[in-house]
């Protein structure tokens, strides 16, 4: 792999997902990523015993791997002196310094960026928070369920109008991952614009501005028009070909030929339909419009009359994108994902044997290098020793419950 980032270090006081994934992804990318955790609690992430409807189980903790591939971890007590002298030491030898604890948490433990930059006034600082840096509630926290997936709209604007409830969140750490991606993003501007001569920047990222992103076009809509987006039709208004319809054994297919009526007439090749290019419903733009709701249901008819690998067949054959909806067992078998390297396959420390989802910018066409999360504490006398402390010093330490 061409690593990118490799010569920078990173330095990660962080818990759970949202800013340590960005970890996860920087270390993918070539950089030196130190998860510094509490030398006896470690990660809090690292007790979850539930994820969605799937337990994590002994033998691997896929949640604590997701988040925290690639990195080093030692363990430092931070509201020592000693152990904040440590990190200290660490800082100065640092590019970046993320973390997402609390305003007041920062404060005690002397993470601040005037702190930090104290340490060394060329490093990058990034904050990952729930709800921003300013405005009333500042100075609390939130996970992504509650502020990214409820509170910034993607829950009710994946929610029909009329259910009972909002839609849940897909997948464990759906907005966390993806902000992961976004802090990345902005550590690698933000050290850019140092190597050119510019000052380091205060990086900063929240589960609520992100998940306003991820629903940027809604909202903007949803102010033009003054209405609430809701979650789209199964088939629009205007375009049935951009609908998606259930195959004889109960699977679904997502047709996406937004341009509607001009694929019209390829589509009705495919399906061996020429006869629905000249119906009088469908002849012109306009009519193929006003007709939506026939046109869907002849193509609800057909479709209902072969299985899924039948339909696989036909559609091969059509100039336009279409899709099957796959679970996440299926996802991770198709062929385009075998071929990209989009999955690595991992072996746990006890050889049980296990997948990661790579993050997914490649360069060079290469993917990433993904390696295991590191064990709480794991490396802790290598990164003292590569400081340049000795072992007397770090015995000191380890008397004192500066480090484990």
Same mark, same amino acid.
């Given at each position: 792999?061409?690593?990118v980032l490799?010569?920078?270090?990173?330095?990660?006081?962080?818990?759970?997902?949202?800013?340590?994934?960005?970890?996860a992804?920087l270390?993918?990318?070539?950089?030196?990523?130190i998860?510094?955790?509490?030398p006896?609690?470690?990660?809090?992430?690292r007790?979850?015993?539930q994820s969605?409807?799937?337990?994590?189980?002994?033998?691997?903790?896929?949640?604590i791997?997701?988040a925290?591939r690639g990195?080093?971890?030692?363990g430092?007590?931070?509201?020592?002196d =000693?152990? /904040?002298n440590v990190?200290g030491?660490l800082?100065r030898?640092a590019?970046v310094?993320? $973390? *997402?604890f &609390?305003?007041?948490?920062?404060?005690?433990?002397?993470?601040?960026?005037?702190?930090?930059?104290?340490?060394?006034?060329?490093?990058?600082y990034?904050?990952?928070?729930?709800l921003?840096q300013?405005?009333?509630?500042?100075?609390?926290?939130?996970f992504?369920?509650?502020?990214?997936w409820?509170?910034?709209?993607?829950s009710m604007g994946?929610t029909?109008?009329?259910?009972?409830?909002?839609?849940?969140?897909?997948?464990?750490?759906?907005?966390?991952t993806?902000?992961g991606?976004?802090?990345?993003?902005g550590?690698?501007?933000?050290l850019?614009?140092?190597?050119?001569?510019?000052?380091?920047?205060?990086?900063?990222?929240?589960?609520l501005?992100?998940g306003?992103?991820?629903m940027g076009?809604?909202i903007? =809509?949803? /102010?033009?028009h003054?209405?609430?987006w809701?979650?789209?039709?199964?088939?629009?208004? $205007? *375009?049935? &070909?951009?609908?998606f319809?259930?195959?004889?054994d109960?699977?679904?297919?997502?047709?996406n030929?937004l341009?509607?009526?001009?694929a019209?007439?390829?589509?009705?090749?495919?399906?061996s339909?020429?006869?629905w290019?000249s119906?009088p419903?469908?002849?012109?733009a306009e009519?193929f419009?006003?007709?939506?709701?026939?046109c869907?249901a002849?193509?609800d008819?057909?479709?209902?009359?072969?299985n899924l690998?039948?339909?696989?067949?036909v559609?091969?054959?059509?100039?336009?994108?279409?899709s099957?909806?796959?679970d996440?067992?299926e996802?991770?078998?198709?062929p385009?994902?075998?071929?990209?390297?989009y999955?690595a396959?991992?072996?746990?420390?006890d050889?049980s044997?296990f997948?990661?989802?790579?993050?997914?910018?490649?360069f060079?066409?290469?993917p990433?290098?993904?390696?295991?999360a590191p064990e709480?504490?794991?490396?802790?006398e290598?990164?003292?020793l590569?400081?340049?402390?000795n072992w007397?010093?770090?015995?000191?330490?380890?008397?004192?419950?500066?480090i484990?």
């Amino acid at each position: 792999m061409h690593e990118v980032l490799k010569g920078i270090r990173v330095i990660e006081v962080a818990q759970y997902v949202f800013v340590p994934v960005s970890g996860a992804v920087l270390a993918e990318w070539g950089a030196d990523v130190i998860k510094v955790e509490h030398p006896v609690h470690g990660d809090a992430y690292r007790g979850l015993w539930q994820s969605g409807p799937l337990a994590i189980g002994d033998g691997v903790n896929y949640a604590i791997e997701h988040a925290n591939r690639g990195k080093r971890s030692i363990g430092i007590d931070l509201a020592s002196d =000693a152990g /904040r002298n440590v990190l200290g030491e660490l800082i100065r030898e640092a590019d970046v310094f993320v $973390t *997402n604890f &609390l305003p007041e948490t920062r404060r005690r433990l002397r993470i601040e960026v005037d702190d930090v930059r104290r340490d060394n006034p060329q490093i990058v600082y990034v904050r990952g928070s729930a709800l921003g840096q300013r405005g009333p509630e500042s100075q609390k926290g939130g996970f992504d369920y509650a502020t990214y997936w409820a509170r910034a709209g993607s829950s009710m604007g994946a929610t029909e109008a009329g259910a009972e409830y909002p839609v849940p969140m897909p997948g464990p750490a759906y907005g966390d991952t993806l902000g992961g991606l976004v802090i990345a993003g902005g550590v690698s501007a933000a050290l850019l614009s140092r190597e050119r001569g510019g000052q380091p920047a205060v990086v900063d990222v929240s589960l609520l501005g992100l998940g306003m992103w991820a629903m940027g076009s809604g909202i903007s =809509a949803s /102010r033009v028009h003054e209405k609430p987006w809701r979650a789209m039709d199964r088939v629009p208004a $205007t *375009n049935a &070909l951009a609908g998606f319809y259930r195959t004889r054994d109960g699977r679904h297919i997502a047709l996406n030929l937004l341009s509607g009526f001009p694929a019209w007439p390829e589509l009705c090749r495919c399906l061996s339909r020429p006869e629905w290019v000249s119906d009088p419903r469908f002849e012109t733009a306009e009519k193929f419009m006003e007709n939506t709701e026939a046109c869907a249901a002849e193509l609800d008819a057909l479709f209902a009359t072969r299985n899924l690998d039948e339909w696989r067949d036909v559609l091969k054959g059509l100039d336009g994108v279409w899709s099957v909806f796959q679970d996440t067992l299926e996802v991770a078998e198709d062929p385009q994902v075998v071929a990209n390297g989009y999955l690595a396959h991992l072996e746990a420390r006890d050889g049980s044997p296990f997948d990661l989802v790579r993050n997914p910018v490649q360069f060079d066409e290469k993917p990433a290098s993904t390696r295991l999360a590191p064990e709480h504490g794991e490396h802790t006398e290598e990164i003292l020793l590569e400081l340049g402390l000795n072992w007397e010093r770090i015995a000191a330490l380890k008397d004192d419950g500066a480090i484990n």
